[in-house]
């Protein structure tokens, strides 16, 4: 069989694109700023997105800071590139680099990972007993998907018998295509949804729905297979016009929704999913489902004393200020990315525009003055909708849309320009800002 999501693109074009990323990512590079001299002590702790970045930023940024930065992952993962995984479009390879390739000369890379924060003593504590005092701390460290709140759920279970769980890393996402592969070549029942909890990208479960019933619909299968999206209350998105904009592509595509319907268990042998739902527990066959389960902050943060004590009191994501993202009760803490207590913003993108507006408070406090930055809320979703098609949704807090390229991209449209700028120009621009220049 020919490949079925072969792409009609002209070489120029996709060299075009890749071209027109590069120059994105250098329009966003921080402009050259005059070091300050400082021996000020900063730990990071997580060596993923966001603390690559600003470890990059500060390293360049600061002349004499002692800056340790705490992970003890080998591998770092492009995480935006999973749902291409999935979909049979990258091999696992595609995410995976090694962190020490993006980190600065003259940090310190302590390949282990925290086990007590102490704010009151400005402390950290590694699993293996070491102790680094710290002026400023950068909690970086993403969030935990918690794989046992899904009853009768292991990973060793991905890949077969129609289970998926491409969030859970880049080989579980080829693992991933390869049920997917089969249940669209067969047909049956696809089960879809999300957690109820806040989570990392809040468009990928839209995705990879819309990416399987276009593989059916291309391989022929389409009229043998039920797709079915299970919304954990009565919105598809968060944003209210793109909860409309993607209920109209569901209908029109004959998607199911069920509003309220959140995964609780799995029974793999009987292939047999259980949601809690207002009504009470539900039970639904299925041939295929993607199971992604609720997301939290690591252990270690939520026993910090960071979290918000009075919301999302069962995830334990960090109390910050929503705009300068720097922590309430701890003036000499700030964090970056998903940890973040902040209604929008668990995206690579938003970890983009979180690097400057931490950089400029907390370089700002050094130089004994106050910093100026803000953080809107960005978020960015290349929503894909199917292969070779995708909006490129872009908001902030407000749920405006703020598109970065007006007149040129319509947010709302399902456009091949926004599809290549998921597959091709995405990727470098997120290189760009690992190594601290966008």
């Given at each position: 069989?020919?490949?079925?999501?072969?792409?009609s693109?002209?070489?120029?074009?996709?060299?075009?694109?890749?071209?027109?990323?590069?120059?994105?990512?250098?329009a966003?590079?921080?402009?050259?700023a005059?070091?300050?001299?400082?021996?000020?002590?900063?730990?990071?702790?997580?060596?993923?997105?966001?603390g690559?970045?600003?470890?990059?930023r500060?390293?360049?940024?600061?002349?004499?800071?002692?800056?340790?930065?705490?992970?003890?992952?080998?591998?770092?993962?492009?995480?935006?590139?999973?749902?291409l995984?999935?979909?049979?479009?990258?091999?696992?390879?595609?995410?995976?680099?090694?962190?020490?390739?993006?980190?600065?000369?003259?940090?310190?890379?302590?390949?282990?990972?925290?086990?007590?924060i102490?704010?009151?003593?400005?402390?950290?504590?590694?699993?293996?007993?070491?102790r680094?005092?710290?002026?400023?701390l950068?909690?970086a460290?993403?969030?935990?998907?918690?794989?046992?709140?899904i009853?009768?759920?292991?990973?060793?279970?991905?890949?077969?018998?129609?289970?998926s769980?491409?969030?859970?890393?880049?080989?579980?996402?080829?693992?991933?295509?390869?049920?997917?592969?089969?249940?669209?070549?067969?047909?049956?029942?696809?089960?879809?949804?999300?957690?109820?909890?806040?989570?990392?990208?809040?468009?990928?479960?839209?995705?990879i729905?819309?990416?399987a019933?276009?593989?059916?619909?291309?391989?022929g299968?389409?009229?043998?297979?039920?797709?079915?999206?299970?919304a954990?209350?009565?919105?598809?998105f968060?944003?209210?016009?793109?909860?409309?904009?993607?209920?109209?592509?569901?209908?029109?595509?004959?998607?199911?929704?069920?509003?309220?319907?959140?995964?609780?268990?799995?029974?793999?042998?009987?292939?047999?999913a259980?949601?809690?739902?207002?009504?009470g527990?539900?039970?639904?066959?299925?041939?295929?489902?993607?199971?992604?389960p609720?997301?939290?902050?690591?252990q270690?943060?939520?026993?910090?004393?960071?979290?918000w004590a009075?919301?999302w009191t069962?995830?334990g994501?960090?109390?910050?200020?929503r705009?300068?993202?720097?922590?309430?009760?701890?003036?000499?803490?700030?964090?970056?990315g998903?940890?973040?207590?902040?209604?929008?913003?668990?995206?690579?993108?938003?970890?983009?525009w979180?690097?400057?507006?931490v950089?400029?408070?907390?370089?700002?406090?050094?130089?004994?003055?106050?910093?100026?930055?803000?953080?809107?809320?960005?978020?960015?979703c290349?929503?894909i909708?199917?292969?070779?098609?995708?909006?490129?949704?872009?908001?902030?807090?407000?749920?405006?849309l703020?598109?970065?390229?007006?007149?040129?991209?319509?947010?709302?449209?399902?456009?091949w320009?926004?599809?290549?700028?998921?597959?091709?120009?995405?990727?470098?621009?997120y290189?760009?800002?690992?190594?601290?220049?966008?």
């Open positions: 069989m020919s490949d079925p999501w072969e792409l693109a002209s070489r120029r074009a996709f060299l075009g694109l890749a071209a027109g990323g590069a120059a994105l990512a250098a966003g590079a921080p402009a050259q005059q070091r300050v001299r400082t021996s000020a002590r900063i730990v990071i702790l997580g060596a993923g997105a966001g690559t970045s600003i470890a990059n500060l390293a360049a940024r600061l002349d004499g800071a002692e800056i340790t930065i705490i992970d003890g992952r080998q591998q770092h993962w492009y995480q935006p590139g999973f749902t995984i999935a979909a049979g479009l990258k091999p696992a390879s595609y995410s995976v680099s090694q962190t020490g390739a993006w980190l600065p000369d003259g940090v310190n890379w302590v390949q282990d990972y925290a086990a007590e102490d704010p009151d003593a400005n402390r950290v504590t590694t699993t293996g007993g070491q680094f005092d710290y002026d400023y950068i909690v460290t993403g969030l935990t998907l918690d794989w046992d709140a009853e009768g759920f292991s990973l060793d279970m991905v890949g077969q018998n129609g289970i769980a491409h969030y859970a890393g880049p080989d579980y996402a080829e693992l991933s295509w390869r049920a997917l592969d089969r249940f669209t070549d067969e047909g049956g029942v696809g089960l879809f949804g999300r957690p109820a909890t806040e989570m990392k990208c809040a468009g990928a479960p839209l995705k729905t819309m990416i019933e276009d593989i059916a619909t291309r391989k299968t389409r009229a043998d297979t039920r797709i079915v999206y299970n954990n209350n009565q919105l598809l968060g944003v209210p016009i793109v909860h409309h904009r993607v209920r109209q592509i569901f209908d029109e595509r004959g998607i199911e929704v069920r509003d309220s319907h959140v995964l609780k268990a799995v029974d793999a042998e009987r292939k047999v259980v949601y809690e739902t207002p009504d527990d539900v039970e639904s066959d299925y041939d295929f489902i993607n199971v992604i609720p997301q939290r902050a690591p270690v943060v939520r026993e910090s004393g960071l979290s009075d919301r069962d995830q994501w960090i109390e910050v200020d705009e300068t993202l720097r922590h309430l009760r701890y003036d000499n803490i700030f964090g970056i998903d940890i973040n207590g902040v209604p929008k913003g668990k995206t690579a993108a938003s970890v983009k979180h690097q400057p507006v950089e400029d408070h907390l370089v700002s406090e050094i130089q004994g003055r106050e910093g100026t930055a803000r953080f809107s809320g960005y978020t960015s290349p929503m909708t199917r292969i070779g098609r995708a909006m490129l949704i872009e908001f902030d807090y407000n749920d405006n703020v598109p970065s390229f007006p007149g040129v991209i319509a947010p709302l449209e399902e456009l320009i926004s599809w290549l700028m998921k597959e091709i120009a995405l990727k470098p621009t290189n760009a800002m690992l190594r601290g220049l966008a």
